[in-house]
């Protein structure tokens, strides 16, 4: 009785063998095997990757943060000017301006082959130094009353260093003269700077934190100041068509970098100049971002997208603009939120199975495909011989 189960059992073998007498191995066959024991191994390895790397999902809901401010990294590269006639501006939506900004900001000279020239510098530094320099200057000279050449209202009017001929130039909006023919220029220490203007170049780089919204900054030649609501360079003595505005950008992003988010997609890219002063424009579209890591971990973070314009500048008091690198950014309401998921063992148990049973399959019908059409093939040549 026990037999007849055992055999009835036996019937239901769905992998019924051969004799080894009738088994045929050829070496079609084994090529057949070496490859897909190839292709599986292949095929595990990226599977098991794949398991190791985390799933990431992706949500998107309007952004109700508030009250968290906005880090934006920057490291430029202008190779044709030099440090003294950069400055780097920032204003927003709110009517919020900081001119000149050297917090967190700083400026590394580069001759023209871009090698550096000295250790980086803070604005600050130097804009204490100067105003040392201004005060000696002053009390050296408080005792004369020099000349503003032609640029004072009354004649009580004293200009008694460069910056005071400077400024009453500016109140009267009038292009400066050649510095080297004003007497309280020539030991100026703008004189030397401006010699020095087009034969270094500079690096910019570091970060600064501004009030989420939107806003823009910019990279221009000459000193910014407001007059009457507008916001203005003076470059003088130079023209606009003399700088030469090409720069590189080594990277720009808004927040924390993370590997899977668009977050700096203008690294390396190189505005140039190719005739005159140029106005280089950038119109960016913020995208905030939170990243969610396996650990619980929380990371803020920006995405953007970016469109590029540029034109040339005739005039620096134009309304056409002036040259440098300009960019203007808005924030989006809605967020992005990716999350880190552990991804299911047994997700990677049946793929590894699909693996090896696709593989064996295939390998199968082509190993007979292959072994059948050979042998045609070898009769067919047989029976030519025999005729």
């Known amino acids: 009785m026990s037999s007849q189960l055992i055999d009835k059992f036996r019937q239901l073998d769905a992998y019924a063998k051969t004799l080894e007498d009738f088994r045929v191995k050829t070496a079609t066959g084994a090529a057949v095997t070496v490859s897909g024991v190839v292709i599986m191994i292949f095929l595990f390895l990226s599977e098991l990757h794949t398991y190791m790397s985390p799933n990431i999902s992706e949500e998107l809901f309007v952004d109700t ?35 000149q900004m050297d917090h967190n900001i700083h400026k590394r000279r580069l001759d023209l082959s871009g090698n550096p020239i000295e250790e980086p510098k803070k604005q600050e530094i130097m804009t204490t130094t100067k105003h040392i320099e201004k005060q000696n200057k002053t009390e ?22 460069c910056d005071d001929v400077k400024e009453a130039y500016r109140i009267r909006r009038w292009a400066m003269p050649d510095l080297t023919t004003i007497e309280q220029c020539k ?81 390396g890219i190189v505005g140039l100049a190719k005739e005159g002063a140029v106005m280089f424009q950038y119109y960016i579209k913020i995208v905030p971002t939170m990243y969610v890591k396996l650990d619980k971990t929380v990371l803020h973070t920006n995405q953007f997208s970016v469109t590029r314009h540029q034109k040339s500048v ?62 045609a093939f070898g009769n067919k040549v047989s029976l030519g011989k025999a005729g």
């Open 65 to 99: 943060s508030r009250g968290h401010k906005l880090r934006i990294n920057l490291d430029f590269v202008i190779p044709t000017i030099s440090c003294n006639y950069l400055v780097l501006d920032a204003m927003d939506s709110s009517g919020e301006q900081h001119l």
């Open 187 to 267: 030991d100026d220490e703008s004189v030397e700077k401006t010699s020095q203007a087009f034969k270094e170049g500079c690096q910019i780089y570091g970060y600064m934190e501004v009030n989420r919204v939107g806003g823009s900054f910019h990279i221009a030649p000459g000193k910014s100041f407001t007059i009457n609501h507008v916001h203005v360079h003076d470059v003088q003595p130079f023209s606009s068509s003399m700088f030469n505005t090409t720069h590189v950008i080594k990277h720009l992003s808004f927040g924390s970098d993370i590997k899977s988010a668009n977050t700096a997609p203008l690294d």
């Open 140 to 161: 050296v000279a408080k005792f004369t009353c020099g000349s503003c050449y032609g640029a004072a209202f009354n004649e009580s009017q004293c200009c008694n260093t």
């Open 314 to 375: 005739a005039n620096i008091n134009s309304e056409s603009g002036m040259p440098g690198a300009f960019f203007s950014y808005e924030l989006s309401p809605l967020m992005v939120k990716y999350t880190e998921k552990e991804r299911s063992i047994g997700h990677l148990a049946t793929n590894i199975c699909a693996i090896i049973g696709g593989v064996f399959t295939v390998a199968g019908i082509l190993d007979t495909l292959l072994y059948h059409s050979l042998n």
